[in-house]
């Protein structure tokens, strides 16, 4: 089910799930237009904890970053027994959209990725 509201941003769809989460795309209070990463945790599984530890280690990391191949973490949060994080939405295609859609990429492109 996708939550109407994370933190202070208002869901407009989800984007893609994964196993321990999912990706959103949401407005911001400004109506700026973000991403959120979400990961459910499962209290006392050593698992979900780990996975925890590594997207938040993760998104320290990507804030210490400037390049146009990596969105820009805002700011993280907790709800409802999940973890989040808001990242830079990046408008284009996905690089799994253009795999399935067996496009043949130039060496530019490759490069690019």
């Known amino acids: 089910m996708t939550p109407e509201r994370i933190g202070e941003f208002d869901v407009v769809r989800e984007i893609a799930?994964?196993?321990?989460?999912?990706?959103?795309?949401?407005n911001g209070p400004a109506g700026a237009v973000v991403a959120i990463r979400t990961?459910?945790?499962?209290?006392?599984?050593t698992k979900s904890?780990?996975?925890?530890?590594?997207?938040?280690?993760?998104?320290?990391r990507a804030r210490s970053l400037q390049c146009q191949n990596?969105?820009?973490?805002y700011g993280?949060?907790?709800?409802?027994?999940?973890?989040?994080?808001?990242l830079q939405?990046?408008?284009?295609?996905?690089?799994?959209?253009?795999l399935?859609?067996?496009?043949k990429l130039s060496l530019w492109d490759?490069?690019?990725?």
């Open 17 to 26: 799930r994964y196993s321990n989460g999912a990706l959103f795309r949401a």
């Open 100 to 103: 399935e859609a067996k496009e």
């Open 76 to 86: 993280e949060g907790e709800q409802e027994g999940f973890h989040y994080f808001v």
């Open 70 to 73: 990596i969105a820009a973490v």
């Open 110 to 113: 490759l490069i690019d990725i």
């Open 49 to 60: 904890a780990a996975d925890k530890q590594r997207l938040i280690e993760a998104a320290q």
């Open 89 to 98: 939405w990046i408008e284009g295609i996905s690089l799994r959209d253009r």
């Open 39 to 45: 990961l459910h945790t499962i209290p006392g599984d």
